[in-house]
């Protein structure tokens, strides 16, 4: 069955020969001179009429495995490597060889596709933390140049007013050039996508050139693939390389930005976002207003020849104000007026899962929030910036990963134990590991720092974990839910089940309220 991503296709593709992609790419094989190719692929479940089919090593079976499966679907050649060879050629179809076709996936892609990328302007977010909304922010600031403009992330893929789920941050490269190329054929003339480290790592960005690349920071996260925060560095570090991006902007607030600032080949702006940061930049916050009413900061940003402008976060909390900051520089960097992109900043909607309102405060009710903090780092900042606007007691719901970096476990314990008053330890994605497990790791962390277990309740379900933070609070109190915001599933034992934090905070207020009657 094919993914909804994978039908994301131009509807007039141009025939490409595969001789001439053959001969361009240092490609061996024999093909016919007249065969022709309109799509790529690296996923057979996504193969259509005229594609040609890339099959790459797995981590568990090799791509070729699925030969026969693209070419019944219409797959007209194969390109693996010489250990697929064999495999590959059980599909019936012309096979392709390379040393490393996973490599070549996206730049073929984007010969396929006429180079679509360079009929739009194209931003690509990078980070730990704030990819997706400070990608949403650029977006804003992009509508309000450009008609119609596409913005790619972990939350979805949307090119103008229609979207559909995004299956991961960063999508494979022959997705990505396909969707750039449905943008250009629906009228969009800018692109804004999130760039994961995995993404990057793995060859996804191939074939992609960017016209601006932002860094939003760097911080704990996925050190179960990438090893150490070095090699974590050395991943996104790839995107501030000439080869797939133009230009950079980089937030210096931490030792790593400024690291990729001072060693990126590429030209480089550099934001500040942290008021009375020694560090210099060419752009900096000097000042912040966090708002009471939690919804949104005020900031002032200085630019390079020392003029101060008036801006605005629409999202509560210092993170989203260097957000916003890092949003306005890279929408004035890819060509957009500055103050076009403070005040289209300023108004951008929100943002699924992130520090998302769901239920606002009173009628017994305390205000509840869904926001995708899975970091640390993150973790700190959501609950720093919900500290402010709640009278009574702030009440989380968490949990952490399974089969992901299992340092952080007693980490997002000891943080939230320490900031927070009430917490629900639940779970969050366990995939194959046994959810108990997770939850003990996390408590391990909260009884650290809270020894007598006072206002920890553990609780699972995670659907059950939010009705009884949301039974504990009164309308002073705030329920904020981290860890999946936006996510639509949730993964068990290998299976995802539909599940969305925010539809249970709903569900559950209307039970209450129908209780109350």
Not at 52 to 64: D, M, S, Y
Request: some cysteine; charged content about 20%; aromatic content about 4%.
């Amino acid at each position: 069955m094919s993914s909804p991503q994978g039908r994301m296709r131009p509807q007039h593709p141009t025939p490409h020969r595969v001789v001439d992609l053959a001969g361009d790419f240092g490609l061996v094989g024999a093909v016919p001179e007249d065969l022709v190719v309109t799509g790529v692929t690296v996923a057979s479940g996504d193969a259509q009429p005229g594609d040609l089919f890339v099959a790459e090593p797995g981590l568990r079976v090799h791509g070729a495995r699925y030969a026969a499966q693209a070419a019944a679907a219409g797959a007209v050649a194969v390109l693996t490597d010489a250990a697929g060879a064999a495999d590959a050629e059980q599909g019936g179809v012309p096979v392709l060889v390379a040393d490393d076709p996973r490599a070549l996936a996206g730049p073929i892609a984007a010969r396929v596709y006429d180079e679509p990328a360079r009929r739009l302007v194209t931003v690509g977010i990078t980070g730990t933390n704030g990819k997706t909304t400070t990608s949403y922010f650029v977006d804003a600031a992009l509508r309000a140049a450009h008609a119609t403009t596409a913005v790619l992330g972990t939350v979805e893929l949307r090119i103008g007013d229609e979207a559909i789920e995004s299956p991961r941050t960063t999508v494979e490269a022959p997705v990505l050039q396909a969707i750039c190329a449905l943008a250009v054929e629906r009228g969009a003339t800018a692109l804004t996508t999130e760039v994961s480290s995995h993404g990057l790592a793995l060859g996804r960005l191939a074939g992609m050139s960017f016209d601006v690349a932002g860094f939003t920071n760097l911080q704990r996260d996925h050190l179960d693939f990438h090893g150490d925060m070095e090699g974590y560095f050395a991943a996104k570090a790839r995107l501030f390389e000439p080869s797939l991006s133009r230009r950079g902007v980089v937030v210096v607030d931490d030792e790593w930005g400024r690291r990729l600032a001072a060693r990126a080949p590429i030209p480089v702006t550099t934001v500040s976002t942290h008021a009375g940061d020694p560090h210099a930049a060419d752009w900096t916050v000097t000042q912040a207003q966090i708002g009471l009413d939690g919804v949104g900061s005020s900031f002032v940003l200085r630019g390079p020849d020392g003029t101060a402008h008036a801006a605005t976060s629409p999202l509560p909390g210092l993170v989203n104000v260097s957000n916003a900051a890092l949003a306005i520089v890279v929408a004035h960097a890819a060509g957009v007026g500055l103050d076009v992109a403070i005040d289209a900043v300023a108004h951008a909607h929100e943002i699924p899962g992130r520090m998302e309102r769901v239920v606002e405060r009173g009628d017994g009710l305390p205000l509840c929030l869904v926001d995708y903090a899975h970091t640390p780092d993150a973790l700190v900042l959501a609950l720093e910036a919900v500290r402010p606007i709640t009278p009574g007691r702030l009440i989380i719901v968490f949990g952490s990963d399974g089969d992901r970096d299992r340092g952080k476990r007693p980490i997002m314990g000891q943080i939230a134990a320490r900031l927070a008053d009430v917490l629900v330890v639940t779970d969050e994605n366990p995939r194959s590991e046994d959810p108990a497990s997770i939850r003990r790791a996390i408590l391990d962390g909260v009884l650290g720092e809270r020894p007598d277990g006072r206002d920890v309740h553990e609780v699972e379900p995670r659907s059950a974990a939010i009705r009884r933070a949301l039974a504990l609070a009164g309308d002073a109190d705030t329920v904020i839910v981290t860890g999946k915001g936006h996510e639509p599933t949730q993964e068990i034992a290998g299976v995802f089940h539909r599940y969305n934090d925010r539809d249970v905070f709903l569900a559950a207020r209307d039970e209450r309220a129908g209780a109350a009657r």
